[in-house]
């Protein structure tokens, strides 16, 4: 009895090997990555305008004219998940003290876009 199961389990180990060399195949088969929010902003360099920026992303939150060249100024809330813990504790905390919470501003990243002032194009970019 033992050596007919001692076969049964050789005979399926060729089978199950196939089977995982199969699923990481299908894994390894999704396709490129995805570019990053970088690398899309540094192809733009040289070849994309103020019009298809404010197209993709909208108008931008303040301009400015240094030098003769054009910044955008973009922004956008950041999650930050250790300040909304303290904003809760913090409203909570008002509340049983009988005070009104007035929560902080949130934190936002901004995104700069720098054009050439006599093309237009993009010639640089910088986040914070």
Known sequence: MP????????????????????FVAAGCASGPPKPTFAELLNRAVGTKTRADFIQHLGPPVQTTEVDGDEFFVYSEAVNDPLANLGSGLGSWAAGYRGQTYIPPPPALRFLILRFDGRTGLLKGWSMR
């Open 3 to 22: 050596r007919v199961a001692l076969r049964m389990r050789l005979r399926a180990l060729p089978v199950l090997l196939a089977l995982a060399a199969l």
